[in-house]
């Protein structure tokens, strides 16, 4: 019995978690680039109102 007992193979688990932070790290970015893209499209359009008035 002792012989078909699985070892926990903890370098796969590391490995699985540096992809999946990894992947959260370039989601991260994309939705920070997509918000200051966005901000800057608003700060734009607020300093246009303030110029025409």
């Not at 007992?5 to 978690?17: A, D, E, V, Y």
Request: glycine share 6%; charged share 20%; aromatic share 6%.
């Amino acid at each position: 019995m002792l012989s078909r007992k699985k070892k926990t193979s903890h370098l796969l688990h590391l490995f699985l978690t540096i992809i999946t932070l990894g992947l959260w790290v370039v989601v991260w970015v994309i939705v920070a680039a997509s918000n200051g893209s966005q901000n800057s499209a608003i700060d734009k359009r607020i300093n246009n109102g303030k110029r025409l008035r």
